[in-house]
């Protein structure tokens, strides 16, 4: 193992089943920073009014409240609780600006444009765009969403789900397969 660590960045996230279709998506954001040299280190936070800390400068809890349904984000919580700079707590309301955004193909432009540059914290910002593919993942797995909606809200979202890409394509005909072979309704004439 290296001894020559300098960062260490861990990111956990977590799935909760919640009542009335709603998941609970709780992220974990921990930076450590180990310092070679104690007392340059804490001579250069002096210099910019940062906190005294140990190896741990960030450590910050992101809660989403989801809608399994329609991937809609109906609360958002942030708790910061180590930071480099008192200040840095400023932004945890921030995240307010999440409610009603739909985790689907252009919620990260979304997420950058309420969230980016000085209107949050870059970390809070980073570990939002972690979360959002576990509720894609939390809809399929507990199959609250039909493999249609599934298509319309991961279409053109990755390489993989392109619209013209396999997955897209193989799903489609799936689907079509699926229709055409089921039972028509009684009194439905065929045309």
């Not at 949050?120 to 909606?149: F, G, N, Y």
């Amino acid at each position: 193992m290296l001894d020559n660590l300098l960062h260490e960045r861990d990111v956990k996230v977590r799935a909760f089943s919640l009542e009335d279709d709603l998941v609970l998506i709780v992220g974990r954001l921990i930076d450590i920073h180990p310092e070679p040299d104690e007392e340059a280190a804490r001579v250069e936070r002096k210099a910019v009014g940062a906190l005294e800390l140990g190896p741990v400068i960030h450590d910050m809890t992101l809660e989403l409240e989801v809608s399994a349904k329609d991937f809609k984000i109906k609360a958002a919580r942030a708790r910061m609780q180590i930071v480099p700079h008192l200040e840095c707590r400023d932004v945890e309301d921030s995240v307010q600006e999440l409610v009603g955004l739909t985790v689907t193909s252009g919620f990260t432009m979304n997420v950058k444009e309420r969230l980016g540059g000085a209107k949050s914290c870059a970390h809070l910002v980073s570990l939002v765009l972690t979360m959002a593919p576990v509720v894609v993942q939390v809809a399929k797995v507990e199959r609250h969403v039909p493999i249609v909606k599934q298509m319309a809200y991961l279409t053109d979202t990755c390489y993989m789900w392109r619209e013209n890409g396999p997955v897209i394509t193989r799903l489609t005909e799936n689907e079509n397969e699926r229709l055409a072979t089921r039972p028509k309704p009684a009194g439905i004439a065929e045309g």
